[in-house]
């Protein structure tokens, strides 16, 4: 008995164990996934059986994973599969990653509520319309949420449930582009475990919640929000001490930066560009050492310091032109900034003397000096700043009805030319320092005085019951007006000369405070910082295995392998291990130089062809990143020409994208024109970049007009231009080129992308890009071969940092032409003169401000070609005919020349044909006298 039971077990252990192994797939999981494929309109990608009803197996169904007979992942990223998904998704009990990123899935996204056992979610980059108000419950387990790029509630917006605040697992939320609207939720500052929260491009607006106080996060992207933006102080920013990127750009964000951003030292990338900042940079934000600082278009003031910032700009604010303000301005901005800076003064203080521009209620003597400050009812609130004391010169000084408080500093007792000081209707406190006569002190209207007993002074009497209007104007004094006059005529006539380079600066600003629009920063991904211990943890997808990766500071784990369709180019694929051999492993001393996505390495193969490898850092690894390595792929395996730089392979391996070009040994044209001095190298020579400017000429041509599609490169400078060892120049860098839906004449309307300095003002307004934003970016690089400047340097003056509007001021004057080019040149003939005079004339019809007014680069080839190729014929050498007359007709010439074939080899060229007797080919003569009908 005991036996047959034993036997009994045995078979039912065997049996459970062969249906765990040979399941067939949960019938509730496998009506879903029948749901699923049924409503795609492509379901043949997936490669599903048409007859299957197991999806897991054996044999598993692609792009599926499972757990016993449970569906555990869906992995179909980037398959370009369209239609809706079923709405009862989240019966998928057992589900724990979701991979449908990168497809056209559409429709109503079904909620997911329930999904316990969710951890990843990629649904990113597709075409979802809605989202249901009880998709977050129950997501207890969820680490990782992506729903960028879907136009979710696109008339309404939405926002994000409290329900998400079970999510205590949380650690990556992107949702950048999917029409998130009102408040930031307090909640989301809460939330222990969040390292990256990127909700970009949104409809956000109001504040940054007093909850983000000492929150841990690494990553907070807040970037351009459409409508109002968001708007408030930034202080809370920072306590946040584990930040590494913090972008607030293209928002309404106001007040001072806040000094105890120095405290944020784990900080690489900090962007705040385009919102309403002021006052004065604190010295802490100028001593951290960031990769990327952005402070544009701002109303920052004061000197510009020394930044320790790898790559910082700071244009269109408010600064002093000199690198030390004058004292009576820096006296003013303190003043300014105990008042906590009003609109109307931070848009009209500016410059670097008060006495000489629009410096709104002041006024000055004839010695420029400021005599009157006029702010009665100017709506200022804060206190006074002892700092006025410094401007000794000061007579009257008019504040009545505002909002100020506190006491008057006792340092402006030291202003032995005041006579009038009207503080009326404020809120003035007490002590009141001792001022002497004769100065008239008005003080009627404080109720902080008025209920507090006076102490007896030589100003009592006029402290409580004078009340003084004021009676000068708010603009200056007549004899400060006689100057202002003199100051605007040259100014009007300098702001028509340069009003293109204005025209750009603020087409650029407004397009970056319209929100509907696409951000006007020139953006670089953030690296991870240093210290690998506190790198930012961000989920990415493995495109060459299908698998889904988190990056950690102690590397990456798989965690699903599958099938994904390999891009190839002809035989253009090459494996990391040989380019890590030819690299010496990637070695620092074989190190080229380093770009916005990576490192550049030199090799060279087996058969001695020198290489340079471009391998993409995996810390900037994003969708921005991957677009551009695929765009170089995509454009260069398409194209060829001697003045573009040839791909010859990439390498898509786990983490690794690397990209392998021809190697260039001269390196840049920016170092040639910019750098020679400080490498050691010699300068080019006229006739050298005469060579440049004509093979850059004719590689933008044939991407132009003589490809077989006309592509449009977007970032032609210097810096993409290569070197041969002859110093011939091919284009390089194609991550940006966009390909014109019409051929040269065609427009495509893209974010905007590219180097200010070199972008084209149609395209900075309004995203519409066509060939002739090349040719502008053209004509700069023909200025900075002319004059050996960069487009855009802060250490010029004003007038001529940005290059192409101050050299259309004086190109059509040669003495002043002349004296603008590079003084490395030694210009001396004429003839190198006149080809000056037309390199700069074109450089002019290039950056015409108006599209249609520029030429095509196929111009610009037929204006530059007679500069370089000055051909003449040699000299005549009768030696050379062969005894072949030339006068006679042509087919008693070519008769002649056959009959002494073999008589006479010395017109052949025995070492061309390695010894062989060149033959007469059949049908040649004949032909002549078919032709000839004789």
Not at 52 to 74: F, L, R, S, V
Not at 93 to 118: A, C, I, M, R, V
Not at 426 to 440: A, D, G, Q, R, Y
Not at 507 to 514: G, L, N
Request: hydrophobic share 40%.
């Amino acid at each position: 008995m005991e036996a047959v039971q034993l036997m009994g077990f045995a078979l039912t252990l065997f049996i459970s164990l062969f249906s765990v192994v040979y399941s067939v797939t949960d019938p509730n999981d496998l009506a879903i996934i029948n749901e699923f494929k049924k409503g795609l309109e492509n379901s043949e990608l997936l490669e599903w059986p048409v007859n299957g009803d197991d999806p897991c197996g054996p044999p598993a169904w692609p792009h599926i994973i499972c757990t016993g007979n449970k569906i555990q992942q869906i992995q179909v990223m980037g398959l370009g599969l369209k239609g809706p998904l079923p709405q009862n998704f989240n019966k998928l009990s057992k589900l724990t990653n979701l991979g449908l990123q990168k497809n056209k899935f559409s429709g109503k996204l079904p909620s997911f509520g329930g999904l316990s056992e969710l951890r990843y979610a990629f649904l990113d980059f597709n075409m979802f319309d809605s989202i249901p108000l009880d998709f977050f419950n129950g997501l207890v387990s969820l680490e990782v949420l992506a729903l960028d790029d879907n136009p979710l509630n696109a008339t309404t917006g939405w926002g994000l449930p409290n329900e998400l605040q079970s999510s205590a697992q949380l650690t990556n939320l992107t949702l950048m582009n999917c029409n998130l609207a009102g408040s930031l939720p307090e909640f989301l500052g809460n939330m222990s475990s969040l390292d990256v929260l990127l909700l970009s491009k949104n409809r956000l607006s109001g504040t940054i919640p007093g909850t983000f106080k000492d929150s841990e996060l690494k990553m907070l992207w807040l970037n351009d929000q459409s409508g109002d933006g968001m708007s408030g102080s930034i202080d809370v920013v920072s306590t946040m001490r584990s930040l590494t990127s913090l972008w607030l750009h293209g928002n309404h964000f106001s007040g001072k930066i806040p000094k105890e951003i120095g405290n944020l030292t784990y900080l690489q990338d900090l962007n705040v560009n385009s919102n309403d900042l002021v006052g004065l940079i604190p010295e802490s934000l100028a001593n951290m050492s960031l990769g990327h600082l952005d402070l544009n278009n701002n109303h920052f003031m004061g000197p510009i310091p020394n930044f320790k910032a790898i790559n910082v700009s700071y244009q269109s604010n408010s600064f002093c032109q000199a690198k030390i303000c004058a004292p009576e301005v820096m006296a003013l901005l303190e003043f300014l900034d105990e008042l906590n800076y009003p609109s109307k003064l931070v848009e009209s203080w500016s410059g670097d003397n008060p006495c000489d521009g629009p410096w709104w209620g002041l006024s000055c003597d004839i010695n420029q000096k400021v005599i009157v400050i006029n702010l009665p009812k100017s709506n200022l609130s804060g206190t006074l700043s002892p700092s006025i004391a410094k401007l000794d010169s000061l007579t009257h000084i008019y504040l009545g009805s505002n909002n100020i408080s506190g006491s008057i500093p006792s340092s402006w007792t030291s202003l032995k030319h005041l006579v009038l000081l009207d503080l009326s209707n404020n809120h003035i406190s007490l002590p009141l320092p001792e001022f002497t006569p004769p100065l008239k002190l008005v003080l009627s209207g404080n109720s902080l005085l008025n209920s507090s007993p006076l102490i007896a002074s030589p100003l009592q009497k006029n402290s409580t019951s004078t009340s003084v209007s004021p009676s000068l104007p708010t603009n200056k004094s007549s004899s400060s007006k006689s100057n202002l006059v003199i100051f605007v005529v040259p100014i009007a006539s300098f702001a028509l000369l340069v009003s293109f380079a204005m025209l750009l600066y603020v087409y650029v600003r407004k397009r970056s405070m319209d929100r509907h629009k696409g951000p006007t920063s020139l953006v670089v991904h953030p690296r991870d910082p240093s210290d690998l211990d506190r790198m930012v943890k961000i989920a990415i997808s493995d495109e060459t295995k299908g698998s889904l990766s988190i990056l950690t500071g102690r590397g990456s784990s798989s965690i699903h392998s599958g099938k994904y369709p390999v891009m190839e180019a002809g035989n253009l694929v090459i494996s990391v291990q040989v380019l890590r051999d030819v690299t010496k492993n990637f070695a620092p001393e074989n190190e080229l130089g380093r770009g916005g996505f990576g490192v550049v390495y030199k090799g060279e193969l087996d058969d001695g062809t020198k290489i340079a490898v471009k391998r993409m850092e995996s810390g900037v690894i994003s969708s921005k990143a991957l677009d551009e390595f695929q765009s170089e792929i995509s454009v260069l395996s398409k194209v060829r020409h001697r003045n573009l730089v040839s791909l010859l392979g990439y390498s898509v391996e786990g983490n690794e994208r690397i990209l392998v070009y021809e190697h260039m040994p001269q390196g840049a044209l920016s170092t040639h024109l910019f750098n020679w001095k400080s490498l050691n190298l010699e300068p080019l020579s006229w006739k050298r970049r005469l060579n440049i400017a004509l093979d850059v000429a004719r590689g933008m041509e044939y991407l132009h007009t003589l490809a077989h599609q006309c592509f449009i490169h977007r970032d032609l400078k210097p810096s993409n231009i290569l070197l041969t060892d002859d110093f011939r120049a091919k284009v390089s860098d194609f991550g940006l080129v966009k390909p014109a839906p019409n051929g040269e004449k065609g427009s495509v309307v893209t974010k905007l992308a590219g180097t200010f300095g070199y972008l084209a003002p149609e395209y900075a307004v309004t995203g519409k890009i066509t060939t002739k934003a090349d040719v502008f970016s053209f004509g700069v690089v023909l200025m900075e071969l002319l004059t050996g400047w960069m487009a855009l340097d802060d250490d010029r003056p004003n007038e001529s940092q940005y290059l192409v509007a101050w050299f259309w001021n004086i190109k059509s004057s040669k003495e002043k032409l002349i004296a603008a080019i590079d003084p490395a040149l030694d210009v001396k003939q004429e003839s190198t003169f006149e080809s000056i005079y037309t390199v700069a004339e074109l450089a002019g019809h290039c950056t015409a401000r108006e599209p249609g007014q520029r030429p095509d680069m196929s111009h610009a080839v037929n204006v530059l070609s007679p500069l370089v190729e000055k051909w003449k014929p040699l000299e005549e050498d009768s030696d050379d005919d062969c005894g072949i007359d030339y006068s006679l007709p042509l087919n008693q010439m070519v008769k002649g020349w056959q009959e002494s074939e073999g008589k006479d080899l010395s017109c052949v060229d025995l070492e061309d044909t390695k010894g062989s007797i060149p033959s007469r080919p059949t049908g040649f003569a004949e032909s002549f006298t078919s032709v000839d009908g004789r």
